[in-house]
């Protein structure tokens, strides 16, 4: 099963046992499932949201343009790595990870093997990038649940997230220029 599938059962047996145990009522069920949608509805607006802006930029070939920036003016490996770092941080921070990857991956894939940096190399630093996003503003996701959970306002997280934030963009740098540090358990396993 899925990790969605699984996370349904999950729920619904966690259910099952808490009525059986008599640890919830249908009163508390209902207040949980109020909760539940305050709190999912301002997230899955920003993934609408998210969804539009990812819409937009295949309809305005915005990946097509970037194929042709790296044609014309990148000629160095590490050069082509910190332009990719820095468009997918922006990236990231106002377009949704999944149709980030979905839209992203086949454009920048040729051009990253192509300076021959690993494929594997390269998804790691997609990712974590596009992680990275998920708690920059002005999307964040995770800004926005960490305050629907938290009733802190968004200014407070953000300053208390900051030095993770810079954590995060360390261990990106590194990621990005030292390879061995995420190949070489693929090396070593698939040789």
């Given amino acids: 099963m899925t ?3 699984s996370a349904v059962i999950a729920i619904l047996y966690s259910l099952a046992l808490a009525f059986i ?3 919830m009522t249908i009163r508390q069920f ?14 899955m607006s920003i993934l609408c949201a998210a969804q539009v802006f990812g819409w937009i930029m295949a309809n305005e070939q915005i990946p097509q343009l970037v194929l042709t920036f790296f044609e014309t003016f990148i000629h160095s490996k ?4 910190i332009v990719v770092n820095i468009f997918l941080l922006i990236v990231g921070c106002f377009m949704e990870a999944g149709a ?3 839209i992203l991956v086949p454009v920048l894939l040729p051009i990253m093997t192509s300076f021959g940096v690993d494929p594997v190399h390269f998804g790691i630093i997609m990712v974590l990038n596009l992680m990275i996003g998920l708690i920059t503003p002005p999307v964040g996701i995770c ?6 959970i938290t009733s802190l306002t968004f200014a407070t997280i953000v300053k208390r997230i900051f ?5 995060l963009i360390i261990s990106l740098f590194i990621v990005s220029f030292v390879p061995a540090t995420v190949t070489w358990l693929p090396n070593l396993v698939f040789g």
């Fill in 21 to 23: 145990y008599k640890q």
């Fill in 100 to 102: 980030a990857l979905i």
């Fill in 30 to 43: 209902k207040e949980v499932l109020i909760e539940t949608v305050r709190t999912t509805i301002p997230t």
């Fill in 163 to 167: 030095p993770y934030l810079m954590a």
């Fill in 78 to 81: 590490w050069a082509a790595l």
């Fill in 3 to 5: 990790p969605t599938e």
């Fill in 143 to 148: 800004l926005y649940i960490l305050q629907s």
